[in-house]
């Protein structure tokens, strides 16, 4: 049976770097289908096609690995894929999930939609967690941290994990 894969971004801002990208890169080595919700199916998949067709953005390594894998998109309002290599399925989420874990291939990787994959983890139908945590605050995310006149720089101290599985990731505030 095939695995389906969680990897989630919790940031306070969408800062990016290299190492997380070369993470991403490897987390798809053994996956054949990218999974999504309506949502971020609508934005996800042109965003992605629009960096694997420009050799010159930073990510496109990234974009063109997305780009090459097929994508499937579960929603009961579209009906038809207007993008290329995306399916569209539809039905009773657990059981078209169930299907799709049990058809021959590679594992499966969801990329966020909060609605989506909490119905995926309500459902127990995802077998792997990837959460990518960042701290940075540059002004431009959560309300939260608006408005910001400088970069939050905050600096990692302890990265802790109990024994329940909880992490606790402890920052202070940079000194300039």
């Known amino acids: 049976m095939r695995k389906i894969k969680l990897q989630m971004n ?5 800062k990016w770097d290299s190492g997380m990208s070369d993470f991403s890169i490897d987390n798809l080595a053994n996956v054949d289908c990218i999974l999504h919700g309506r949502k971020t199916g609508e934005g996800f998949i042109p965003y992605w096609t629009e960096v694997a067709n420009n050799p010159n953005d930073d990510e496109h390594k990234l974009g063109r690995r997305f780009a090459e894998i097929p994508n499937a998109i ?20 657990a059981e078209a999930i169930k299907a799709l874990k049990n058809k021959d291939g590679k594992d499966i990787i969801v990329y966020g939609g909060d609605s989506f994959v909490s119905s995926l983890i309500q459902h127990d139908l995802i077998d792997e967690y990837y959460v990518l945590a960042n701290p940075a605050a540059l002004g431009n995310g959560q ?8 970069e939050l720089a905050l600096k990692l101290v302890e990265c802790r994990a109990f024994a329940c599985g909880a992490v606790l990731v402890y920052y202070s505030r940079q000194q300039y």
């Open 10 to 14: 919790i940031l306070l801002d969408n």
């Open 74 to 93: 579960f929603s009961n309002t579209l009906k038809d894929s207007k993008w290329d290599n995306t399916i569209i399925i539809n039905g009773n989420l």
């Open 143 to 150: 309300q939260t941290f608006n408005p910001l006149k400088n």
